[in-house]
């Protein structure tokens, strides 16, 4: 429960400073909208010259990507540490954050919420619902119960590699670029593993598990039943990932030793 009142409390004062800029928090929202329509229209493009991509249609690769857009989203506004490295290693904000009784983790992860990113919940639920009305899915009663369990799966496959990444931060104390390559090789998450060669794929299912994201998750929507393992494995892949991920940054956090000269 100290847990839950500190995340509401975190959200109230968010909510509070945020407000005081309106202008800069639409543009914002307005900015994610453009980005998530540009790859959207990047896959209209793409299907404008062939009418299958190794096997799925135009609209199957729509639901996925729409799909893909609610566990980022999720990631997107719990999960900002991309600039980990910098803010609180090399600037030294890591001594704070060590002097209060909650774990470090979660308190990175409060401080640092972008709430205005879970509009792409909705971004990414009107493209599932257009793409799902064209290809005339089926639901079931348990379906959105499936949904939402494969979203948070999803969300913590995707915060566990990053969470890892930033980890790395407590050996080393100096700025890395990891970071941003490995935003660009989350995309790959958007679209069907086998369309990449047996390399990648591997890699996207068991190291980097991007594909667990989008692609997976979406198959058991799409009726792929070939995917229905990996489908129904998204949940545990999740958590399993995360729990590594928290237990390497508890040995960072060992290791680290202030903000020094």
Do not use: C
Not at 29 to 54: C, E, K
Not at 199 to 208: A, E, N, S
Request: net charge neutral; proline share 3%.
């Amino acid at each position: 429960m100290f847990y839950v009142s500190m995340f509401f409390q975190y959200v109230s004062q968010y909510m509070k400073t945020r407000l005081q800029y309106r202008a800069d928090l639409v543009v914002e929202i307005l900015s994610d909208l453009l980005n998530q329509a540009v790859n959207l229209i990047f896959i209209l493009v793409v299907f404008g010259h062939t009418q299958l991509l190794s096997g799925w249609s135009r609209d199957e690769i729509i639901f996925i990507y729409g799909f893909f857009l609610v566990p980022y989203a999720l990631f997107s506004a719990f999960f900002n540490i991309w600039d980990f490295n910098d803010r609180y290693i090399v600037k030294g904000e890591m001594d704070r954050i060590l002097t209060r009784p909650i774990h470090s983790l979660y308190q990175v992860i409060i401080e640092r919420m972008e709430l205005e990113s879970l509009f792409g919940l909705i971004t990414g639920l009107v493209v599932i619902f257009y793409a799902g009305t064209s290809l005339n899915l089926e639901i079931a009663w348990y379906d959105p119960i499936l949904f939402i369990l494969f979203a948070i799966g999803g969300a913590l496959a995707y915060a566990a590699i990053f969470i890892a990444i930033a980890s790395i931060g407590f050996w080393s104390d100096a700025k890395t670029s990891i970071m941003p390559m490995m935003y660009n090789i989350g995309n790959y998450g958007r679209y069907p593993v086998d369309i990449y060669n047996k390399v990648i794929r591997f890699v996207l299912t068991w190291v980097l598990p991007f594909a667990f994201v989008g692609v997976y998750p979406a198959a058991y929507f799409l009726g792929k039943k070939e995917w229905y393992t990996y489908s129904f494995a998204t949940p545990v892949i999740g958590l399993v990932f995360f729990s590594l991920s928290v237990l390497i940054w508890n040995q960072g956090v060992k290791r680290y030793r202030g903000a020094g000269n």
